[in-house]
């Protein structure tokens, strides 16, 4: 058990390092982000809402979450070089900052994603977001605001990407509802007509 423990620090270590720091932020937002898609899918199945486990789904959830745990991974980096300390204040700041910047930018990237790999054209995408962003950016202000004050107060930079992706899991299972919700899809199509 002690020779666990001391292999359990030492990759810990090793994989929280500045030389691997991006590699185990962007392998915890990939896993982290197919993880929310398969608790989703299978309450899907669970309600009958869905036939299937749709595993092209959950990979293009989980690439998605590769492009956004790039961009978070630097987005902490630039904010708290920027922004050094943790008074209450610089904290507020940070969070209003990540609100009204990072969010939008963290949502365009999920959706630019998707589409790339669904091969949507420019105008589907577009009209996707259009549908779905408010959604989803509404959702960001209640989920986010309380879990960054947490984040940009207690934690190290080196720690932000795994504590924004363990909260994320929960916000990521509404993700993938909202993304693949075709009751939206629907409504859609019959205003179009």
């Known amino acids: 058990m002690i020779r666990l423990v001391q292999w359990f620090r030492t990759v810990t270590k090793t994989a929280f390092s500045k030389k ?11 896993s982290l ?11 899907e199945i669970y309600t009958d809402q869905l036939a299937a486990w749709d595993r092209q789904r959950t990979r293009n959830m989980s690439i998605s979450g590769m492009t956004v745990g790039v961009f978070c991974h630097s ?18 700041k940070k969070v209003l900052i990540d609100q009204t910047v990072a969010s939008p930018i963290v949502i365009f990237l999920f959706f630019a994603t ?13 009209h996707e977001v259009r ?23 207690f934690l190290p930079t080196k720690y932000r ?4 992706n363990t909260i994320s899991l929960g916000y990521d299972v509404y993700t993938s509802y909202v993304i693949n919700d075709e009751g939206a899809r629907n409504e859609l199509a019959i205003g179009d007509s």
């Open 75 to 92: 987005w902490y980096n630039f904010m708290d070089r920027r922004f050094p300390g943790r008074t209450v204040g610089l904290v507020l």
């Open 161 to 164: 990407v795994l504590y924004d």
């Open 131 to 153: 549908e779905k962003f408010i959604r989803l950016y509404t959702a960001e202000w209640v989920v986010w605001p309380p879990a960054q004050i947490v984040n940009f107060y």
């Open 20 to 30: 691997y720091l991006l590699l185990t932020n962007v392998a915890i937002s990939v």
């Open 33 to 43: 982000s197919g993880v929310g898609d398969i608790i989703e899918q299978h309450y």
């Open 114 to 126: 998707l589409a790339v790999l669904k091969r949507s054209s420019w105008e589907e995408m577009r």
